[in-house]
Nanobody, 126 residues
């Protein structure tokens, strides 16, 4: 079992930065693949960034490539999402998710992840 708690959201102006954190407790953190998702009002969950359990592989949605960076501190059991050059379109609730293994074709599918946090709100104003 893994429990996930996100933090670090807030309100910023366009062009600003935020760093989201996802603290994990429970099972061995290193054995899980992790991802960040976001959900804007009235929209489906959108995969933003993924990192494999060995931290070797990462992938990003086209909309955030070059602006967002996913990383993990296995010692402290914290997943991060560094978000730079934020745009109003990035406004959403951001969630972290974890699972022991995720098929490459499913890494940005919210429903396949067994463990999911409650979210942290990010609001970007123009």
């Amino acid at each position: 079992q893994v429990q996930l708690v996100e933090s670090g959201g807030g309100s910023v102006q366009a062009g600003g930065s935020l760093r989201l954190s996802c603290a994990a407790s429970g099972d061995t953190f290193k054995s899980y693949s992790m991802a960040w998702f976001r959900q804007a009002p009235g929209k489906e969950h959108e995969g933003v960034a993924f990192i494999s359990s060995d931290s070797v592989r990462s992938m990003y949605a086209d909309s955030v490539k070059g602006r967002f960076t996913i990383s993990v501190d296995n010692t402290k059991k914290i997943l991060f999402l560094q978000m730079n050059s934020l745009e109003p379109e990035d406004t959403a609730m951001y969630y972290c998710a974890a699972d022991k293994w995720v098929a490459p074709s499913s890494r940005f599918y919210w429903s396949v992840y067994a463990y999911r946090g409650q979210g942290t709100q990010v609001t970007v104003s123009s």
